[in-house]
T-cell receptor
Framework: GPKVLQIPSHQIIDMGQMVTLNCDPV?????FYWYKQILGQQMEFLVN????????KSKLFKDQFSVERPDGSYFTLKIQPTALEDSAVYFC???????????FGPGTRLTVL | QQKVQQSPESLIVPEGGMASLNCTSS?????YFWWYRQHSGKSPKMLM?????GEKEEGRFTVHLNKASLHTSLHIRDSQPSDSALYLC???????????FGSGTRLLVSP
C-alpha cells in the first residue's frame, strides 16, 4: 500500500538546539499532519498543512514549532529551540482529502537531553 | 477543548471471543470518526471509518455510529492473538483539518 517515509528514525539532541524532522508523504496526497506520541500512549494532534498553509494547529504546536513543504519536497517539522518536554515519537501522516484515510509514517523518535 | 473519550482503558478477551470498544466525542462539530490499530512500536493503521449513522461491517470488524450522541463503537468478533494492540479512536471536524485522538484501548487477546 501507499507508504509515508520519515527521516531520521531516531534523533538525539541537546536542549536548546534546533531539529528538523522530515516526512516524505504519499505522492498524490494533499493533506499533511504531524502528531506527537509519548510512550506509546496518547496520539496528540499537532498541525494540519494543506495548500501551502497551516489550516489547524493545537495548543501543543508551540511558537518554537514550524512546518513547511517547499516546492513539493519533504514536509518538515522544525523545532527551534528544543525543550526536554519535546522528547517523544513524532508521526507524520498524509491523506488525499480530509475525509479519507490517513497514512502514517513509521515515526521519528526524538530525544532531547 | 475537544475531547475524545475511549473506554475501557484496557480489555482482555479470550481467543475467539468478542471485543467491544467505545468512543465518544465531546465536540458536536465533528463529522468523521476513525478507528486505528497500533501494534507496539509501530505506526497506526486505519481499520475502519464511519461518517453516517448506523453500522458498517468489514470481515470480523463492525463499527457503529450514533451521531446524535457522538458515540461510536468497534466490535471485533472471533478475536485473535494478533488483534492484541492499542486501538485508537479519532474524530475530525468538517474538512478533516483537525483530528483528535482518544487515549486508546489496549486490547489483549489471550490464547
Amino acid at each position: 500500500g501507499p507508504k509515508v517515509l520519515q527521516i531520521p528514525s531516531h534523533q538525539i539532541i541537546d536542549m536548546g538546539q534546533m531539529v528538523t524532522l522530515n516526512c516524505d508523504p504519499v505522492s498524490n496526497h494533499l493533506y499533511f499532519y504531524w502528531y506527537k506520541q509519548i510512550l506509546g500512549q496518547q496520539m496528540e494532534f499537532l498541525v494540519n498543512f494543506y495548500n501551502g498553509k497551516v489550516m489547524e494547529k493545537s495548543k501543543l504546536f508551540k511558537d518554537q514549532f514550524s512546518v513547511e513543504r517547499p516546492d513539493g519536497s519533504y514536509f518538515t517539522l522544525k523545532i527551534q529551540p528544543t525543550a526536554l518536554e519535546d522528547s517523544a515519537v513524532y508521526f507524520c501522516a498524509s491523506s488525499s482529502t480530509g475525509a479519507h484515510e490517513q497514512y502514517f509514517g513509521p515515526g521519528t523518535r526524538l530525544t532531547v537531553l | 477543548q475537544q475531547k475524545v473519550q475511549q473506554s475501557p482503558e484496557s480489555l482482555i478477551v479470550p481467543e475467539g471471543g468478542m471485543a467491544s470498544l467505545n468512543c465518544t466525542s465531546s465536540d458536536r462539530n465533528v463529522d468523521y470518526f476513525w478507528w486505528y490499530r497500533q501494534h507496539s512500536g509501530k505506526s497506526p493503521k486505519m481499520l475502519m471509518s464511519i461518517f453516517s449513522n448506523g453500522e458498517k461491517e468489514e470481515g470480523r470488524f463492525t463499527v457503529h455510529l450514533n451521531k446524535a450522541s457522538l458515540h461510536t463503537s468497534l466490535h471485533i468478533r472471533d478475536s485473535q492473538p494478533s488483534d492484541s494492540a492499542l486501538y485508537l479512536c479519532a474524530a475530525s471536524n468538517p474538512g478533516g483539518y483537525k483530528v483528535v485522538f482518544g487515549s486508546g484501548t489496549r486490547l489483549l487477546v489471550s490464547p
